[in-house]
């Protein structure tokens, strides 16, 4: 057994349990400096740095609540790891022109308030310290790909990546929801590193891909929103399917502009030029919490094509408050943006507020489920597992998850199930072929040859047994002898079966006074033409041609020889008496065939056993003409074939 090295374990990263007061957004804490400063930071799929506020994004003479709606600040000033780099760009949003700028350094950076509640501290991790106001709240990137400032040699890595780099994670994954104050008594974000929580979503088997675009991989195909409202009224406000970027760093939905008109004729919607905003006065708010709209988002690999996942989003997801100034009075609006261009098209924090996002970069797939919202909620946090670290833990190459799940695989197109039909259908023909050929075909050809060699032994044995009919008379056992077992050939083939030759007899004397005749030695026998035998039987002496010797096959052809010979002997036993009562004045062979049936026989004999002596009597009849055939053989007469009564009923 392959011997396991110790997996690390997920990193589930708790919230801050804040609702931020800008929107009402879940965040989570960092430590960041020596000695630590914590801050709370949003979560931004599409970022891969960290970004927190500095004390210039708080001024003097502004709110006294600044530092707190900004989630707190950091001074680098005040850390002893803190190396600066320079000021830079963002680089992040641009196609959604953004401008703000930012302090980039290097310093340490830890999860969560404290070691047993957080994550790992990371040292020279990057850190962009923002006092622009595009950005309220700094957030913390999920991407794996690594920050370039100034020399593309000289790349930091993410903070993800130092994560696996250094074995804390068991795979360059991640797992988040952004949370959802409006559910139950207020659900928080949930975000896990190298893992997911299966506690908070439904499963589903549609897997996407990541898109090849590193600054947009999570790209989905937007193939409709439809709008079913509490009375029973349904409409499309989606016009045309889009490729749609997911983007947690914005709290958004950028949609085409003809989609937004859809929103505007359907939900009353009021396009507000001074706040770029669709703002929501009272009496709007009013309308849509009566009809109340429930939005399902209808997301697929593509635009058209392939299986879809639907996630629908609440209306109480849909509203969102927007405070201008910091102390300033919030201002609800509807989170629908106009997109102006493709490039802009963005499924933003709002999305995910009913939406689980799950993301492995190594196998670059992602995929997004609908959120769970039951009491209470907990947790179940489970790994991903990398394919270098299955090699060296597990001798099973498709093992991902430590409970033996994996995770989803991309759907199967239709030229890949066609391939496994086919497949299955040729396997199944294949075996099933070989199942008739090495099993059933032999196994009947077997019962058919047992059935051919009982059927003859059974004939051979009722033969022997009409030989044997009459055990106890004295011509019988005259001219019986032992019967001979030979291998029946050609008609049956290589199987043996046996059968009884005829008892070969003496030459028996006919009853009566009449002197024996002696053939001349040196006359040659007549050429005449013998009845033929059947194969197997040896042509003997001229005697035992004549005599009861029956082929092979005319043995086997027959169910009832006994019956055919009998009425043989029926039409020559009158030429027996006439030879008989000729020569002398003894009683015909009619008359002591009765006699010898009377002291042969039982005293009461049984019906189903006739009395049978033709073969002693057609013996007589074949000697009889072979003398009379060797002393004249002109006569016309005894030409006739002995067989001729035979021919007339076989």
């Not at 100034?325 to 493709?342: C, E, H, K, L």
């Not at 290589?494 to 002696?518: I, Q």
Request: hydrophobic share 35%; with cysteine.
């Amino acid at each position: 057994m392959t011997s396991l090295n110790p997996v690390p374990s997920p990193i589930s990263w708790p919230p801050s349990q804040f609702w931020e007061p800008h929107g009402g957004w879940s965040t989570f804490n960092l430590r960041v400096g020596t000695p630590p400063q914590v801050v709370r930071v949003l979560i931004s799929t599409a970022g891969y740095e960290t970004w927190v506020v500095s004390p210039l994004g708080c001024p003097p003479g502004v709110s006294p609540s600044c530092s707190n709606e900004r989630g707190w600040l950091y001074d680098s000033d005040k850390s002893n790891t803190w190396r600066p780099l320079g000021n830079f760009s963002l680089g992040l949003e641009l196609n959604l022109s953004p401008s703000d700028n930012a302090t980039y350094g290097l310093d340490s950076v830890a999860l969560g308030l404290t070691d047993n509640n957080g994550g790992p501290n990371l040292t020279s991790q990057i850190v962009a310290a923002i006092s622009g106001y595009e950005y309220v709240l700094g957030t913390f990137g999920l991407g794996q790909q690594p920050t370039n400032l100034s020399d593309f040699n000289d790349p930091h890595p993410s903070f993800l990546t130092s994560l696996y780099d250094q074995t804390l994670i068991p795979s360059l994954s991640w797992s988040y929801t952004a949370g959802a104050h409006y559910r139950s008594k207020g659900v928080f974000g949930s975000l896990t590193l190298g893992g997911y929580d299966a506690a908070r979503f439904i499963p589903n088997d549609v897997s996407f891909n990541l898109a090849t675009d590193i600054s947009r991989d999570l790209v989905v195909g937007l193939q409709g929103i439809i709008s079913s409202e509490s009375n029973g009224s349904i409409q499309s406000l989606l016009p045309s399917p889009h490729l749609t970027f997911i983007d947690s760093t914005v709290p958004y939905i950028y949609l085409p502009l003809d989609a937004c008109r859809a929103f505007e004729r359907g939900l009353g919607l009021v396009w507000n030029e001074s706040y770029e905003l669709y703002t929501v006065d009272e009496e709007l708010h009013q309308s849509l919490m009566t009809r109340n709209p429930t939005l399902k988002f209808e997301i697929g690999q593509l635009e058209t094509k392939g299986p879809t996942v639907d996630i629908e989003l609440p209306y109480a997801s849909l509203d969102l408050s927007y405070t201008a100034d910091f102390g300033s009075t919030p201002v609800r609006y509807f989170p629908i943006m106009r997109a102006q261009n493709d490039s802009q098209l963005t499924l933003g924090r709002t999305f995910l507020q009913e939406a689980y996002l799950t993301t492995d970069y190594e196998r670059a797939n992602f995929s997004i489920s609908q959120c769970r919202f039951e009491e209470p909620v907990g947790k179940k946090i489970l790994p991903i597992l990398s394919a270098k670290l299955i090699a060296s833990t597990s001798s099973s190459p498709n093992q991902t998850y430590l409970d033996g799940k994996v995770p989803p695989a991309p759907p199967l197109n239709h030229k890949q199930i066609i391939g496994i039909v086919v497949g299955g259908l040729i396997g199944c023909i294949f075996f099933l072929t070989l199942y008739v050929k090495l099993y059933l075909l032999p196994r009947r050809r077997k019962r058919m040859e047992t059935s051919r060699t009982t059927a003859v032994m059974s004939s051979a044995e009722d033969i022997q047994g009409a030989l044997a009919a009459h055990p106890g008379s004295p011509q019988a056992a005259t001219h019986r002898r032992s019967s001979s077992i030979r291998s029946i050939t050609g008609f049956y083939g290589k199987y043996p079966a046996p059968v009884s030759e005829l008892p070969d007899t003496s030459r028996p004397e006919m009853p009566g006074r009449h002197s024996a005749f002696e053939l001349p030695s040196a006359t040659p026998e007549p050429n005449i033409q013998r009845p033929t035998v059947g194969p197997g039987i040896t042509p003997m002496s001229p005697r035992r041609r004549y005599g009861m010797y029956l082929s092979t096959n005319d043995i086997l052809s027959s169910g009832n020889v006994v019956r055919r010979w009998m009425r043989l002997i029926d039409v020559h036993v009158s030429r027996i008496e006439s030879l008989t009562s000729e020569e002398s004045g003894t009683p015909t062979f009619a008359q002591s065939k009765t006699s010898y049936l009377d002291r042969s026989l039982p005293p009461t004999p049984k019906p189903e056993s006739p009395q049978r002596f033709s073969y002693f009597a057609w013996d007589k009849v074949a000697a009889h003409q072979h003398d009379r055939l060797d002393k004249d053989p002109s006569s016309a007469d005894l030409h006739q074939d002995p067989f001729q009564h035979r021919r007339g009923f076989f």
